[in-house]
């Protein structure tokens, strides 16, 4: 399991746009710079928060959006092991091909050819 990041190293890689978010809230969240955009700069990735009125409430937001991105982007890709298929799935695979193949040969004519 990887280490969870240190939030306040986080947010000192981060670069911080703040712009006007609409939507509900009234004339306050309309008119004031309150929704957050949060950019890592070291990989890339952006996370922002325009639900709350408060500044430090979208900061937050944004930040645990971001940190949860980060701990999926630190999680190690697990190697398939090589493996084969059972006895069983074998026979029951060779069995089908069998009886399509009855079939099929049933189909040609006996003696036209």
Do not use: W, Y
């Not at 306050?28 to 309150?34: A, L, R, S, W």
């Not at 955009?37 to 959006?65: C, Y």
């Not at 701990?71 to 006895?87: E, G, W, Y």
Request: aromatic share 0%; charged share 35%; with cysteine.
């Amino acid at each position: 399991m990887t280490p969870r990041r240190d939030p306040e190293r986080v947010l000192a890689e981060c670069e911080e746009l703040r712009f006007r978010a609409s939507g509900p809230g009234g004339q306050h969240k309309n008119k004031v710079e309150t929704a957050v955009r949060l950019l890592h700069r070291p990989t890339g990735l952006m996370a922002q928060s325009t639900r709350h009125r408060s500044l430090s409430q979208n900061r937050a937001a944004a930040l645990e959006r971001l940190l949860e991105r980060l701990q999926v982007l630190d999680t190690p890709i697990k190697q398939r092991r090589a493996s084969r298929p059972t006895r069983g799935s074998v026979k029951r695979r060779l069995e089908g091909k069998r009886r399509r193949s009855e079939t099929k040969s049933g189909r040609r004519g006996l003696g036209d050819g």
